[in-house]
């Protein structure tokens, strides 16, 4: 059911990414995929609010894939043309700060910015360097005169450094000449941006948003873009606020790479909070109409909400045809990945072959994972993993960059993650190791992703497979989980119901083998038995010994029920650590591995624990007040300074052991 609400959206966003002539359009943000750094995010009614009404911030949204500008031939930047809806809100209605920056960067994202009047573009070290490669089209509503800004409200074109090329105050050519335009009136706004390939020329339109594209733009330069701009190059927004409480937002965007971008459906575009406060005495006046009126509407909505949904069901058959992230062109991938040459091979799992790949246009990295033919649900898998991922966007998520499907063949396009697979420096006589501030680092990005995976998107996404083979490392050692094929999308609240358990054995909850339902608990369950592996360095089951497997839980619970559960901890790891963050990791693992998912912590939790905001609770403490921790053969809490409330019956059933679950109920 969520699945079919998450496609619906994608009918609002088309989105088509090929060689030459990438092109998008966004008619609203609800569930779109975008790259988001600082204080940008996504309204719950599909506005891109760039700054959140707070001071001195920068927000950036990117479009996720990097487009190609230049022809590699010529050498010279295609034509482009852009056109999006803004607008301002600000504490005061005379002052604002500091505006909006369409951009084009040869990065996604713009690392070194600052808020305030350097827009959230450049710092004070590159403002002007000509290595920047950035191109923007600013929106400014202060007047800086160290940028040599010409008033208070203005539109400028800036190439490398924040003092515009050009620059016009706002406004717009209407029939009865030319009209004043305030930016921070708060009213959404239409800005055009068009740039010729051949006159090489820059136009820029600014008009209000009901009027249409003016006859004549605002602001028109001759500049060749080519010695400025990047092959391959990212577009999005920069947005930052000052010293007065200001919100930035984009309503829609569209994009065309040699060709004139798709008009916005105005008419679809979210609406923006009211202006000015509440009006009680109106609303009195006028409740009983108003309600009358809202109850239409609602009745409306869910009619129209019904067709979607009908309208889905028909489109789940020809799925790949227009909807989704982005399409691949087959023909591409082959190239990208010399004919899915075995020496490309990165790895293969339960689900496919993944390869890695480089664009043959873009030169981007990525790999290609090729999910296997004979994988039993291998289109429902698919399915699940583009809507899932080509959703969700986070720091510690592996982004999924696109898909392409051909004659039953199903290939997912993900960004490279240069590092591999986080395994690789656990075990096995690794040749890195890691040393402890970025197992740690690692640590605590996998656990803010699975919390946004739990509680920060709109859906629930259970994971269902987390474990260190699944978390791969980006060029900074940050840990990104992967594998989205085996989630499914839970609506907030229902009743999680599966048939089958998937999933890998250590990491499998007893409770999700004994009934089959994957929650959010047995992530957490399966998030301790990762935590395990990173500071032990060991996988959580290891086959051989005198006594058969060797279950790394029991290992160290038994070190920590000895007083001595840094024992357990890395040798490689050497002495350079902090033995209070091995400790606090080492339990927090313990606390999740408890055999009672209620008295597992809820990823929120986890997320505090280890950000240290939260002091982890006494494991004796809570053994007493939720039957025990039970991670061991029959292990008892008695070393514990506390005794048992002699009202306590422990049941004999919650005593037995993982390793039994485990070993008799896994796959
Ligand atoms: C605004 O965004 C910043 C950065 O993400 C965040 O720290 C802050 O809490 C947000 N403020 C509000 C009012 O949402
Ligand atoms: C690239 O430039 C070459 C030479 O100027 C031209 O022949 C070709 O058509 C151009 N390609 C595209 C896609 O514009
Ligand atoms: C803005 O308006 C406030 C009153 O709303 C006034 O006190 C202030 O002087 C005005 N500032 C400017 C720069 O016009
Ligand atoms: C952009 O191109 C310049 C030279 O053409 C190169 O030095 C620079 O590394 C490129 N930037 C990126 C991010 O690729
Ligand atoms: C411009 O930036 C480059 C790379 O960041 C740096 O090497 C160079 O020194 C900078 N030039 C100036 C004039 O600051
Ligand atoms: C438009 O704004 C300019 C200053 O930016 C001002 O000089 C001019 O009088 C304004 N025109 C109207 C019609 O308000």
Not at 12 to 40: E, H, K, P, R
Not at 164 to 170: E, L, P, W
Not at 338 to 346: A, I, N, P, V
Request: proline share 5%; charged share 20%.
């Amino acid at each position: 059911m969520s699945l079919k609400v998450v496609t619906v959206v994608f009918l609002l966003a088309t989105i088509v990414v090929a060689s030459d002539d990438t092109s998008f359009t966004y008619n609203g943000f609800q569930s779109s995929y975008l790259y988001l750094d600082g204080s940008a995010e996504f309204t719950t009614n599909g506005m891109l609010k760039l700054t959140n009404h707070t001071k001195q911030q920068k927000g950036h949204a990117f479009f996720p894939s990097p487009i190609v500008f230049k022809n590699t031939t010529s050498g010279s930047v295609f034509s482009f043309s852009t056109t999006f809806v803004f607008a301002i809100r600000s504490e005061f209605p005379n002052l604002s700060g500091h505006g909006i920056v369409f951009v084009v960067s040869p990065t996604k994202g713009v690392p070194h910015s600052l808020p305030s009047q350097y827009l959230g573009l450049f710092d004070d070290t590159n403002n002007g360097n000509n290595s920047n490669h950035i191109f923007g089209v600013e929106l400014d509503t202060i007047l800086n005169t160290e940028f040599g800004d010409i008033n208070d409200n203005h539109v400028g074109v800036d190439v490398n450094e924040l003092k515009s090329v050009k620059s016009a105050a706002a406004g717009y050519y209407s029939d009865e000449g030319f009209k004043n335009l305030s930016l921070i009136s708060g009213y959404p706004m239409q800005v055009w941006v068009e740039y010729d390939g051949l006159k090489k020329q820059i136009d820029v339109t600014l008009a209000p948003i009901n009027v249409g594209k003016p006859e004549g733009p605002l602001l028109s330069l001759s500049k060749d873009l080519s010695p400025i701009l990047n092959s391959s190059m990212y577009v999005g927004f920069s947005s930052s606020t000052g010293s007065i409480l200001s919100s930035h937002y984009v309503l829609g965007w569209s994009f065309k790479v040699n060709g004139k971008a798709q008009q916005l459906a105005i008419s679809e575009l979210p609406m923006l909070p009211r202006l000015g406060g509440k009006e009680e005495s109106k609303v009195l006046i006028v409740g009983l109409p108003l309600i009358l009126l809202s109850l239409i509407l609602m009745v409306a909505l869910a009619v129209v909400h019904v067709i979607k949904r009908k309208k889905f069901t028909e489109l789940l058959e020809d799925w790949e045809q227009d909807y989704g992230p982005h399409r691949f062109k087959y023909k591409d991938l082959s190239l990208a990945t010399k004919g899915f040459r075995e020496k490309e091979l990165l790895g293969s799992g339960g689900f496919g072959r993944v390869y890695k790949g480089v664009m043959p246009i873009s030169k981007i990295e990525v790999a290609v994972k090729k999910v296997s033919r004979e994988s039993r649900q291998g289109m429902r898998e698919f399915v699940a993993e583009i809507v899932s991922i080509g959703c969700l966007r986070h720091r510690n998520l592996v982004p999924l960059l696109g898909y392409c499907r051909r004659k039953g063949e199903l290939l997912l396009v993900y960004d490279y993650m240069p590092n591999g697979s986080l395994d690789k420096y656990l075990y096995n006589k690794p040749r890195v190791t890691l040393n402890w501030s970025q197992r740690f680092k690692i640590t605590k990005g996998v656990a803010s992703g699975l919390f946004y995976l739990h509680e920060e998107w709109e859906q629930v996404v259970v994971h269902r497979d987390i474990k260190a083979s699944n978390v791969l490392l980006d060029a900074e050692l940050n840990g990104r989980l992967g594998d989205f094929g085996l989630s499914r999308l839970y609506e907030h609240g229902t009743d999680p119901h599966t048939t089958h358990v998937v999933g890998t054995l250590g990491y499998l909850a007893p409770e999700h083998t004994r009934t089959g339902k994957a929650t959010t608990s047995s992530d957490v369950f399966a998030f301790g038995a990762f935590m395990l592996e990173v500071v032990c360095g060991r996988r959580p089951i290891e086959k051989g010994g005198e006594s058969g497997s060797e279950i790394l839980v029991d290992w160290v619970y038994n070190c920590w029920k000895k007083g001595e559960i840094l024992e357990s901890m890395d040798p490689n790891l050497g002495a350079n650590y902090r033995p209070d963050e091995v400790e606090l990791v080492l339990k927090l693992a313990l606390l999740c591995s408890h055999s009672e998912p209620l008295a597992r912590p809820s990823m929120r939790q986890v997320v505090q624990y280890l950000e240290k905001d939260v002091p982890l609770p006494d494991l004796c403490m809570l053994s007493l007040s939720s039957n025990g921790l039970t991670f061991g053969l029959h292990e008892d809490f008695q070393d514990c300074p506390m005794s048992y409330p002699s009202s306590m019956n422990r049941p004999i059933s919650h005593t037995s052991s993982i390793v039994e679950s485990l070993l008799s109920g896994g796959r």
